[in-house]
């Protein structure tokens, strides 16, 4: 059942008519009901911070052999290698193995654990989650800052979801680990980013991500 229904979640956007992304993660989300929609969920957040976590690290290891240098790769604190590597880098988020998407799949997986924090303490170990909802966070505004993605309505959606769904899990948890060290360097932050239409380019208003997570995490 569980293995289906990640299948169904994997492909449903393949066909030849595109939903918008919005669309999509409100999709996904409604398919991930019930016990085994949480558990699908939570499998669609860690693999997609593994698949990326692959990524980086295929990365390095090819800089290195093309250099001699390495860069260390920390899963709770990828930023000190963004700031000595970025430029050699690819974001790895839009070319994950699984074929998983942020802003459809991520998005809507994201807000199903979110909803339903205190039921996956219940029926799951959450420690994990939590670290990969951070982790996909991290990810998420260093694309913004050191890959030149564009900040789009649908990623600043995708960065406020892990916040909010981090802090539904955090609540939920009995002893939560500390934020991660990347998380906490993002809250020292505050940069305030405009957000653009997808597609069109047109402002919509502006997201300042260090403020955001102050004010949700540490309230």
Known sequence: MRDALLHDVRTQFG????????????????????DDGLA????????SADEAHAQIAGQVTDLHQRTGHWFAVDRRNYRPLWRDAAPYLRWPMFELRSGFHPYAQ???????????????TKVSDPTPVLDHLFELLDLTVAGWEFFGVPVDSD???????????????????????????????????????????????????????????REVLLT
Do not use: C, W
Request: glycine letters at 10%; charged letters at 20%; aromatic letters at 2%.
């Open 15 to 34: 066909g030849a008519v595109m939903m918008r992304f919005a669309d999509q993660a409100d999709t996904v989300t409604r398919m991930l009901a019930g």
């Open 106 to 120: 991520i998005a809507g997986a994201t807000a199903v654990v979110g909803a339903q924090a205190k039921r996956l």
């Open 155 to 213: 990623g600043a959606g995708l960065a406020h979801s892990l916040i909010t769904s981090a802090r539904a899990l955090h609540d939920a948890m009995d002893e939560p680990p500390p934020i991660a060290l990347s998380i906490r360097e993002l809250m020292r932050r505050n940069n305030t980013l405009q957000v653009y239409e997808p597609g069109s380019g047109r402002p919509l208003g502006t997201f300042n991500p260090g403020k955001q997570m």
């Open 40 to 47: 699908v969920a939570a499998e669609v957040i860690h693999q």
